[in-house]
């Protein structure tokens, strides 16, 4: 461990070194916000769909002089107060000229700037909501097309050519399909009322033109039509839900612990348009909104088919990979009809609100019936559930407080109530406790938990200070119990997780920070991370990256495994060329997976994909952006992993012979 630190020391003193203060284009600290979360809960489907939505948020800025609340509530780094601040600015000196106003809002501190920059803009020109005429339509309808290709350039032992007598005996060493991956997006959007496209995927391995299958392996389709008089929402197709703090349903990515530790609430509330290639977090069918003055009434039925291994119409759960690519996978593929269908009512006012949730859902006849287990003694069997919950949420000034009480069909019950403080612009503080029953089954929650909304209590503490001008300071404790047994864990258990952050960021010029983390489970392990990253510019168009991860590991044994990864990263982008390029070079050092180190690095946009090493090696990427024409632009990365203590990359069908591993990823973004 003292190497380490001595080690993680001098790269500090090196980077600091090379700080210069100049001008520089912003830093997509989005990124690292979406990669944080994403590593802390472990959820990468949900993070993808977060990753795709803010994606398209930042290709589609909205006008901070005409942005709405609810268009600010989008942006899940963004507080109440700070939403509030950004609306009564525009309402106290009238509309911006530049975004630098921003940073006379008190309540903004340089951080949440430089998350919120790529989300805005700030036009002279304000144009009042255009009527749904059909000139309008085809006038000023902006549509988008985006083609996606992904490859691998090393042959993976699923690709290899077998013998039949192998093939009959083994049909899951080989995958059915091609060894690419391919995605076509078609979106249109009129003001902000109006939503429509279609989308199309193929995941590697897949077959795209076999005689097991034709065309692409997961389509999807969605309408979206908001504040239209009475009509709030109207969505048809595939759709998304949150109502509440997800206890009975949300499809929205977890707030969870990160350095933004005092924002946990789900605001969304009601419909989205799914628009994202996750396979598995949504609804198809039809659902709407409609608004009578204070209230909303929501109602919304669904029909899909799900991926199941259904024997004598009972099966032991539902297959989410969305992966199809072996005959195995295949043999599952839209085996059960899952129905589901529900509202929820509400009543708000600026200062409060309070809902009512209902859903209910059936496998179509067939029974879900896990094998069983001791663990698993209370996980739910059935041929359909009922879940029901109330949410709430009263405010002031200073204090907030929120929460959700949900119940299950069985009679069990689950909680969650967070009290928010925020004494003055600098200071704030988050308390969260939550119960789920272990006896709580609700397949569609999503909430804030350290496992899943089932058989969890704990207190949760986030604090953030901004005591000077450029600086923040913030942490977390969360102390939780598992009151019943878990997957590989055969008694009762509980644990604590801390976290300390330190930021220093001085607008676009420089921007700094360092993190520790640690975790313990009584029953398994210590873990304690640290991280140091510092972002800096050189002239207007040059910015540096560079950081430092260090992991120390404590297994139940008391052995202690160690891991670190150094990295740095520059980007470019030169004032009179259509060009935008990133580097990112990467060396680690693990023992073993225990220590495995995640790699912040920048991908192409709506392609979320944040890979983890252990082992020793190397990992090297570069990306480009390239602005073809005034409306078609080529996005591309090319990455590559060099292992030096291994002669095979990955595992069964994945797996690589040799020290390297290539990917490609491009997209192609025409907009007319």
Known sequence: MEKLLVILFMYLLISCYSVDAQESYSVDKWREYIEEMAEATGNEEQAETLYSELSYLSEHPFDLNTATREQLQRLPFLSDNQIEALLAYCRRYGPMLTLYELQGIRELDAQTILLLLPFVQVSGNIVENRPATVKNLFKYGKNELQIRYDHCFQQKAGYRSYSDSILDKYPNRKYLGEPFYTSVRYSYAFEDYLQMGVLAEKDMGEPFWKPQHKGYDFYSFHFLLRERGWLKTLALGDYKISFGQGLVISNDFTPSRSALVSQAERRNNGFRRHFSTNEQDFFRGAAFTLRFGNWDISTFYSRRKRDAAIEKDTFPSLQTSGLHRLPRDYEKRHTLVMQTYGGNIRFALPWMHIGATAIRYDFGGNYMNPDLRLYNLFYFRGKENINMGVDYMLKNRWIKFYGETARSWNGAWATLNALQLTPVSYLSALLLYRYYDRRYQAYFANAFSQGSVQNESGFYLGLQWVPFPYWKFSGYADIFRFPWLRYGIDTPSSGKEYMLQTDYSKGEKISTYLRYKYKNREESSQQHRLRYQISWSIGKNLVFRSSADAILYVSPEKEKRRGYMIAQSAGWKPEKLPVQMDFY????????????????????????????????????????????????????????????????????????????KTDLYALLIWKF
């Open 585 to 660: 070079l990467a060396y680690f050092h693990t023992d073993d997976y225990y220590t495995r180190i995640s790699s912040y690095e920048k991908n192409i946009l709506y392609a979320f994909y944040m890979p983890s090493f252990y082992g020793e090696g190397i990992r090297l990427a570069f990306s480009l952006r390239w602005n073809l024409l005034r409306n078609l632009s080529l996005s591309a990365k090319l990455a590559h992993s060099y292992y030096m203590d291994r002669n095979t990359i990955g595992t069964d069908t994945e797996q690589i012979d040799g020290h390297h």
